[in-house]
């Protein structure tokens, strides 16, 4: 993988090499509010909590606190990437204007919520 291709760093996995996933990219995307397939199909991957797998679209305030509802359903993802994913849903909470209660993604058998969700 080489995870740094657009801003010319290499940094290609080697054998020894931890495997991290790339830094927390969650974006703002422009359109929020309901998404059809064909709209989904055409987020980038930044719009994901889950990036690779492109799983729980962060577009706007709804979206979020469904991630974080499903955020224990996902499924076939590692530690890191779950972590990864949680960095995200609280990058799209701050932008969105929702108070976490959680700070973490690894309590286990809690689940996710907003203490004060945004109204919708």
């Given at each position: 993988?080489?995870?740094g291709?657009?801003?010319?760093?290499?940094?290609?996995?080697?054998?020894g090499?931890?495997?991290?996933?790339?830094?927390?990219?969650?974006?703002p995307?422009?359109r929020?509010?309901e998404?059809s397939?064909?709209?989904r199909?055409?987020?980038?991957?930044s719009?994901?909590?889950?990036?690779?797998q492109?799983?729980e679209?962060?577009?706007?305030?709804?979206?979020?606190?469904?991630?974080?509802?499903r955020?224990?359903?996902?499924?076939?993802?590692?530690?890191?990437?779950?972590?990864?994913?949680?960095k995200?849903?609280q990058?799209?909470a701050?932008?969105?204007?929702?108070d976490?209660?959680?700070?973490?993604?690894?309590?286990?058998?809690k689940?996710?919520?907003?203490k004060?969700?945004?109204?919708?």
């Open positions: 993988m080489n995870w291709a657009k801003s010319g760093r290499n940094l290609t996995r080697r054998p090499d931890s495997v991290e996933p790339p830094p927390t990219a969650w974006k995307h422009p929020p509010g998404l397939s064909q709209d199909d055409e987020l980038p991957d719009a994901f909590a889950f990036a690779k492109r799983k679209p962060l577009t706007d305030a709804l979206h979020v606190k469904n991630a974080l509802a955020f224990d359903q996902v499924k076939d993802v590692s530690d890191a990437e779950r972590d990864a994913a949680f995200n849903i990058a799209a701050r932008h969105f204007g929702i976490l209660a959680e700070t973490s993604g690894k309590e286990p058998g689940p996710a919520h907003a004060n969700p945004a109204r919708t």
